[in-house]
């Protein structure tokens, strides 16, 4: 039925698109970048999903890690099935962040949707996520939409227990910062939008997530929609080509950080649980992790320490681009983590703290960034001793 509905939609779409003035502007692409290892049992559903959007303007790119399953054959049916879907095969399993960004650069669209293979789109999930971006008064990094959790083919919970923290509170409501986009058919737009399978009063229900925010409230990868110029900000580390997993968290904490974002209280997409999950074994429970920290696959701790080594390395780029450098000092205090590459002779303080360490290892550069005084008071707040802090060079 939602199938239908979405063929339906699409048609007249489509059409409206072949109508359009010959100088008129067209609603922006989306391109959807599918990561996949192994999950060829997932994976067409996965892309039907996707070119099942009820938005037409949509590019899809699969990724494949070298997969040893069945996905060779998935992805023959696909090409024959979908030609316009883009297939990249990589040579090795380097993890997802590589795949992800493999797939960023063979796309242009200025929305990103990263999508995990054994995961679905619903289908209203991109053209929701469009309004609510053109609606907005606040221009944030990314849009993280809400996800249902499955299990076979059940539906077993309706929402992400880390976003629940912040829809479910007082803070960050939209009032004033969103003003419902429309267009009319005419000279400029071919068809009238957005139009059925939207829901306006979607943005009656949007959370503000506001910049320097520390802890994880979204939804996981393929619940969010970002924009590219904000993931370019985040782009240059080389140590992105070794993390293998945690992309989600890299850019989302990243991005967040400097531009804020906005949680769609509306179901979007479709987690599914099968037991080869990393962050999500089981169903989530309320005060219960549903995930061993630390365990084979969890690359959290070293993508807060890439985000924090690159936030340093561009403290210069954002000063110079509205940040004062007081309050940046305040964002890489409140992104600072314990540092992965700590041993154990390494002084507990700066164990503790990767700000310390890198600020004191790169001290000439941080102070042109941010000026000499500021630059020692944050080392010193980050708990660099004293007299390293007093006179770091």
């Not at 698109?17 to 609603?27: D, K, V």
């Not at 892309?47 to 997969?67: K, P």
């Not at 305040?330 to 703290?353: G, I, K, N, Q, V």
């Amino acid at each position: 039925m939602l199938t239908d509905e979405a063929d339906t939609i699409g048609q007249r779409t489509r059409e409206a698109e072949r109508a359009r003035p010959e100088h008129g502007l067209s609603l922006p692409r989306v391109s959807v970048v599918v990561v996949n290892y192994n999950y060829g049992r997932f994976l067409e559903a996965c892309v039907g999903s996707i070119l099942g959007q009820t938005y037409r303007n949509v590019d899809c790119v699969v990724v494949d890690n070298a997969s040893t399953d069945e996905t060779p054959q998935a992805l023959s049916r696909i090409e024959a099935r979908w030609p316009q879907a883009k297939i990249i095969r990589r040579a090795a399993n380097d993890g997802q962040t590589p795949a992800a960004l493999d797939g960023l650069a063979a796309s242009d669209a200025p929305y990103v949707i990263f999508v995990d293979a054994d995961d679905l789109l619903l289908p209203h999930c991109v053209s929701t996520h469009v309004f609510v971006h053109l609606s907005l008064r606040v221009h944030v990094g990314f849009s993280s939409g809400d996800m249902l959790q499955a299990a076979g083919r059940e539906v077993v919970l309706g929402s992400e227990e880390a976003f629940n923290r912040v829809v479910t509170g007082k803070r960050g409501r939209a009032p004033g910062r969103v003003r419902p986009y429309r267009q009319q058919a005419g000279a400029v737009f071919a068809a009238d939008w957005p139009g059925e399978g939207v829901d306006r009063a979607v943005l009656n229900r949007l959370r503000f997530v506001e910049p320097m925010t520390n802890e994880w409230v979204w939804s996981p990868t393929s619940g969010n929609c970002f924009r590219r110029d904000a993931l370019d900000l985040f782009l240059g580390p080389q140590a992105l080509a070794g993390l293998r997993t945690g992309t989600d968290l890299y850019f989302c904490l990243g991005v967040n950080a400097v531009s804020g974002s906005v949680l769609i209280d509306d179901a979007l997409a479709v987690y599914r649980l099968h037991g080869g999950n990393i962050f999500s074994k089981r169903p989530q429970l309320h005060n219960v992790l549903s995930y061993q920290p630390g365990g084979a696959g969890d690359s959290n701790d070293r993508a807060k320490a890439i985000l924090v080594d690159h936030l340093i390395d561009r403290a210069g780029f954002f000063v110079e681009r509205g940040w004062t450098p007081f309050d940046y000092a305040r964002l890489l205090r409140r992104m600072d983590c314990s540092d992965p590459d700590a041993t154990p002779s390494t002084p507990r303080w700066s164990a503790r703290s990767r700000v310390a360490t890198q600020v004191l290892r790169r001290f000439p550069h941080v102070e042109a960034a941010l000026g000499g005084p500021i630059a020692r008071g944050l080392l010193f707040v980050s708990g660099a001793p004293y007299g390293k802090a007093l006179r770091p060079r």
